[in-house]
């Protein structure tokens, strides 16, 4: 290799920092020295590095790194390249600038953010390229220290994202290999809880570019218990195993990277990838061509982009997210994608329409709200008009009726003087005049008929009545699970009141809902937590926001320390708190507002 030849240096150490600020300083004050562009992030647990320049530069910041203890051990991966060209290729890939981030994860994981991420402590034992190699080569034969001995219990794990598998992947006739076929890394996590006796019992053998994805990924699974000791992982990743096997071995197509390159191949030469739309062989992913909907990069030819710019990957198609008759890909098939125009055309519903962003933005969170007792979808989103409006760049609020409608009932001028009973000598007004009232839980009593008229309550209003209103959970996760269906996905739910209570219900179920409702988080204003079974079992693993008036506060119907209560039921490191000195309501000035959006954007 010349020393005047541009290259690409990949790294990453995963070790205890103490001081970021020093650590930080010094990659500022050398790459910036040497003309060094990329991606550089710290964090309390390690660094992962990305950075492109001219080779003799990336040797002198190699040794400049090596001077500190920190990284002993280190891999460094380094390899000559052509010269990024000033193109979106090089602008999306961050090679037109250098960029240094402090970081609270060197890869997250999972989708989850606030839980506590696997120990790489405990991450599977690494295999080298030849080793790796001499295990697929032959399944059978023993190695040193515990290997895999028999192949029937011997499994490939792909730890990558649907669109690097597409162009390349390891290929072994004798050994299962899984591919999870996921948007993004931090999918991974939920695909091994669903597909664990996959993996127990067996000795896995996991792969991904560099190696840094594994290091979680493998770790993440042996902490699963008895039957998922035996994971593996290639050390250096796919690009170590091409360097010592340049025609490709076991590994077919190219290796997807995350820099202006794009791809690394082997001598080998063959495809494996194909155009999502006219299925001819393709792998080039310079065009950067993404899903209309998930913005998930894809493979589309020279050719058909010239026909249209609006695609629909495989897993939208797959999960019904196409927004139109476009066939799912199925038995090897790659579906045609519809033109632009007829994809506006199909998208004229309204509700669909919200769902698809614009070619240039990233895809907002969609937020499911459940509304308090006695209260209605239009009411709730009239009394969250300012959170809807603070969050519009963020996240969309959808809003729905619980299924319990309630009788008109009023108190008495005696029971109470702001009484909504009708005046002396006046009729009420008929029941299809006023909007309705809503439930998702009620009491024991409740008849599930709506009166045909106003009626007196028989009791005063009791401040405690949300405690007795334990009914009707069936009926409304019957409902929710067909919203779900219908109108989802949605990242979260966020609810009010009796709509947190039933929000908590919800994370309660657990794995229970899986494929039903999946919920990446919860927010629950003013919540209680109910005198039911599945509050006294384990606590509750979901991500959660729980906002509610201080002690002594305002909320005159849910205490603070009830809300507090709850909050408790979620596992340690589960929730993030915000207590306001208002009432029964939802702030949405400063600072308040600041952590609603800090929280959510983790999930975007």
Same mark, same amino acid.
């Given at each position: 290799?010349s020393?005047?030849?541009?290259?690409?240096?990949?790294?990453?150490?995963?070790?205890?920092?103490?001081?970021? *600020?020093?650590?930080?300083?010094?990659?500022?004050? *050398?790459c910036?020295?040497?003309?060094?562009?990329?991606?550089?992030?710290?964090?309390?647990?390690?660094? *992962?590095?990305?950075v492109?320049?001219?080779?003799?530069?990336l040797e002198?910041?190699?040794?400049?790194?090596k001077?500190?203890?920190?990284?002993? /051990?280190? !891999?460094?991966?380094l +390899?000559?390249?052509?010269?990024?060209?000033?193109?979106?290729?090089? $602008?999306e890939?961050?090679?037109?600038?250098?960029?240094?981030?402090?970081v609270?994860?060197?890869v997250?994981?999972?989708?989850y953010?606030?839980?506590?991420?696997?120990?790489?402590?405990?991450?599977?034992?690494?295999?080298?390229?030849? %080793?790796?190699h001499?295990?697929?080569q032959?399944?059978?034969?023993?190695?040193?220290?515990?290997?895999?001995?028999?192949?029937?219990?011997?499994v490939?794990l792909?730890?990558?994202?649907?669109?690097?598998?597409?162009?390349?992947?390891?290929?072994?006739?004798?050994?299962?290999?899984? !591919?999870?076929?996921?948007?993004?890394?931090?999918?991974?996590p939920?695909w091994i809880?669903?597909?664990?006796?996959?993996?127990?019992?067996k000795h896995?053998?996991?792969?991904?570019?560099?190696?840094?994805?594994?290091?979680?990924a493998?770790?993440?699974?042996?902490s699963? &218990?008895? /039957?998922?000791?035996? $994971?593996f992982?290639?050390?250096?990743?796919?690009?170590?195993?091409?360097?010592?096997?340049?025609d490709?071995?076991f590994?077919?197509?190219?290796?997807f990277?995350?820099d202006?390159r @794009?791809?690394?191949?082997?001598?080998d030469?063959?495809?494996?990838?194909?155009?999502?739309?006219?299925g001819?062989?393709y792998?080039?992913?310079?065009?950067?061509c993404?899903?209309? =909907?998930?913005?998930?990069?894809?493979? $589309?030819c020279?050719?058909?982009q @010239?026909?249209?710019?609006?695609?629909?990957?495989?897993?939208?198609?797959?999960?019904r997210?196409d927004?139109?008759?476009?066939?799912?890909?199925?038995? /090897?098939?790659?579906?045609?994608?519809?033109?632009?125009?007829d994809l506006?055309?199909?998208?004229?519903?309204?509700?669909?329409?919200?769902?698809?962003?614009?070619?240039? +933005?990233?895809?907002?969170?969609?937020?499911?709200c459940?509304?308090?007792?006695?209260?209605?979808?239009?009411s709730?989103?009239?009394?969250?008009?300012?959170?809807?409006?603070?969050?519009?760049?963020?996240?969309?609020?959808?809003f729905?009726?619980?299924?319990? %409608?309630l009788?008109?009932?009023y108190?008495?001028?005696?029971?109470?003087?702001?009484s909504?009973?009708?005046?002396?000598?006046?009729h009420?007004?008929p029941? %299809?005049n006023?909007?309705?009232k809503y439930?998702?839980?009620?009491?024991?009593?409740? &008849?599930g008929?709506?009166?045909?008229?106003?009626k007196?309550?028989n009791q005063?209003?009791?401040?405690?009545?949300y405690?007795g209103?334990?009914?009707?959970f069936?009926?409304?996760?019957?409902?929710?699970k067909?919203?779900?269906s219908?109108?989802g996905?949605? !990242?979260?739910?966020?609810?009010?009141?009796?709509?947190a209570?039933?929000?908590?219900?919800?994370?309660?179920?657990g794995d229970?809902l899986? /494929?039903?409702?999946?919920?990446r988080f919860?927010?629950?204003?003013?919540g209680?937590a109910?005198p039911?079974?599945?509050? &006294?079992?384990?606590?509750?693993?979901c991500?959660?926001? =729980?906002i509610? &008036?201080s002690?002594?506060?305002?909320?005159?119907? @849910?205490?603070?320390h009830?809300?507090?209560?709850?909050?408790?039921?979620? %596992?340690?490191?589960?929730?993030v708190?915000?207590?306001h000195?208002?009432?029964?309501i939802?702030?949405?000035?400063?600072?308040y507002?600041?952590?609603?959006?800090d929280?959510?954007?983790?999930?975007?």
């Amino acid at each position: 290799m010349s020393k005047d030849e541009y290259g690409v240096l990949l790294y990453y150490k995963f070790a205890s920092i103490t001081d970021l *600020n020093s650590l930080f300083s010094f990659y500022h004050s *050398n790459c910036n020295s040497l003309g060094l562009l990329g991606r550089v992030r710290l964090s309390p647990n390690g660094v *992962n590095v990305t950075v492109g320049g001219l080779l003799s530069a990336l040797e002198k910041h190699i040794e400049a790194v090596k001077s500190n203890s920190l990284f002993q /051990g280190t !891999d460094f991966k380094l +390899a000559s390249s052509h010269h990024p060209l000033n193109d979106k290729v090089a $602008v999306e890939c961050g090679f037109t600038s250098l960029s240094i981030r402090v970081v609270k994860e060197l890869v997250t994981f999972s989708s989850y953010p606030l839980l506590n991420p696997p120990e790489v402590s405990n991450a599977g034992r690494h295999l080298s390229a030849a %080793e790796f190699h001499s295990v697929l080569q032959s399944a059978r034969q023993l190695m040193k220290n515990g290997s895999p001995t028999d192949d029937k219990q011997l499994v490939l794990l792909d730890a990558r994202n649907l669109y690097e598998t597409r162009i390349g992947k390891f290929h072994a006739p004798s050994v299962e290999t899984l !591919d999870p076929g996921i948007r993004q890394y931090s999918d991974l996590p939920s695909w091994i809880d669903d597909n664990s006796e996959l993996l127990r019992g067996k000795h896995v053998l996991m792969y991904c570019t560099g190696g840094i994805r594994c290091e979680m990924a493998s770790a993440y699974i042996r902490s699963k &218990g008895a /039957g998922f000791e035996n $994971v593996f992982q290639l050390y250096g990743g796919i690009q170590r195993y091409l360097e010592q096997f340049p025609d490709g071995g076991f590994f077919r197509g190219k290796n997807f990277v995350f820099d202006h390159r @794009i791809s690394v191949g082997s001598s080998d030469t063959s495809i494996m990838g194909a155009c999502l739309i006219c299925g001819s062989s393709y792998d080039n992913y310079s065009s950067r061509c993404r899903c209309t =909907h998930c913005r998930i990069l894809v493979l $589309v030819c020279d050719s058909c982009q @010239i026909k249209s710019d609006a695609y629909v990957c495989e897993l939208c198609q797959k999960h019904r997210m196409d927004f139109g008759s476009i066939p799912s890909v199925e038995d /090897g098939e790659l579906a045609t994608v519809l033109d632009k125009n007829d994809l506006k055309t199909v998208c004229s519903d309204s509700k669909i329409s919200s769902q698809l962003p614009s070619r240039n +933005a990233p895809r907002k969170l969609r937020i499911l709200c459940l509304h308090g007792f006695r209260q209605n979808a239009s009411s709730f989103k009239g009394r969250s008009a300012s959170l809807a409006k603070k969050l519009k760049s963020i996240a969309e609020l959808v809003f729905i009726d619980a299924p319990h %409608e309630l009788p008109f009932i009023y108190q008495s001028c005696t029971e109470a003087k702001n009484s909504c009973a009708p005046p002396s000598g006046q009729h009420a007004p008929p029941p %299809e005049n006023c909007k309705r009232k809503y439930a998702w839980l009620v009491a024991s009593d409740f &008849g599930g008929k709506v009166e045909a008229d106003w009626k007196i309550a028989n009791q005063p209003f009791d401040p405690l009545q949300y405690q007795g209103q334990t009914d009707g959970f069936d009926v409304s996760l019957a409902y929710l699970k067909k919203m779900f269906s219908e109108q989802g996905p949605f !990242d979260g739910i966020l609810g009010f009141s009796q709509g947190a209570a039933m929000a908590a219900l919800l994370c309660a179920q657990g794995d229970k809902l899986k /494929g039903e409702i999946d919920l990446r988080f919860v927010i629950l204003c003013s919540g209680f937590a109910l005198p039911l079974a599945d509050f &006294g079992q384990k606590p509750i693993n979901c991500p959660s926001l =729980h906002i509610f &008036g201080s002690d002594p506060g305002k909320d005159r119907q @849910i205490t603070s320390h009830t809300s507090r209560y709850l909050a408790s039921r979620f %596992e340690d490191g589960c929730s993030v708190i915000i207590e306001h000195e208002f009432g029964h309501i939802i702030p949405t000035r400063s600072p308040y507002m600041d952590n609603i959006k800090d929280f959510l954007r983790r999930f975007l």
